[in-house]
Every structure is written in C-alpha cells, then in structure tokens.
C-alpha cells in the first residue's frame, strides 16, 4: 500500500518560513510526478507546485517566488520550502503523487497524504 506522509506544519508568524516534507512509502520504485496542493477553510483544493521526476517545476501563478518545491528521488521524498509566510497561506497542505511505479512493476495513478496544517498568525 502507497502511503504519503507529511510533516513540518504548524503555526508560524507572518513573514516567516516553513519546510513542509513528505515521504512516499510503499514498495515504490519511481514515481513520476509529486506535488503539494493546499486547502484554505471554506475554499477548494489548489494546486501549489508540481515537480517532474526529472525535476522539472510547476508553480501556480499566484504563488510563484515564496514557495520553492524540490524532491529527492532515492528517498522518495518531495519538499516545499515557503517563505514570507501570510495569515492567506494557512491551510492544510497536502502531498500529492502521480505514477507511482510499484518494485513489482504495476502502476498507481494516484495517491494523497492526509495533510499538514499550516497556521500564519498576523
């Protein structure tokens, strides 16, 4: 079973930073794409930034400069450095992985983590 687990939330003031992490377990051998989305209070799931296994990036729009997301294949772990931290940024954050390649060769299309809370106080 692929389990994604994140960490490294918590309640931070406004305008500092925090390192989110997230380890994919599972008998995996590769996976192709890792992500973390976020999930405010009242509003829908959204994409934050995207990383390829080949380390290509996607970030969206609105968040391009403060988040930086970065991964290690061998470990099979995905990071997203925020800084300037906004009271707007709390939310839940949430790992996600896309073609996960399993040690005996099936795929999974994909797969979440139960999430991370992330708190700004103003």
């Known amino acids: 079973q692929v389990q994604l687990v994140e960490s490294g939330g918590g309640l931070v003031q406004a305008g500092g930073s925090l390192r989110l992490s997230c380890a994919a377990s599972g008998s995996i051998f590769s996976i192709n794409d890792m992500g973390w989305y976020r999930q405010a209070p009242g509003k829908q799931r959204e994409l934050v930034a995207a990383?390829?296994?080949?380390?290509?990036?996607n970030y969206a729009d609105s968040l391009k400069g403060r988040f930086t997301i970065s991964r290690d294949n061998a470990k099979k772990m995905v990071y997203l450095q925020i800084n300037s931290l906004k009271p707007e940024d709390t939310a839940v954050y949430y790992c996600?992985?896309?073609?996960?390649?399993?040690?005996?060769?099936?795929?999974?299309?994909?797969?979440w983590g139960k999430g991370t809370l992330v708190t700004v106080s103003s």
């Open positions: 990383i390829t296994s080949g380390g290509s990036t």
């Open positions: 996600n992985a896309q073609g996960v390649k399993r040690n005996w060769g099936s795929y999974g299309v994909d797969y």
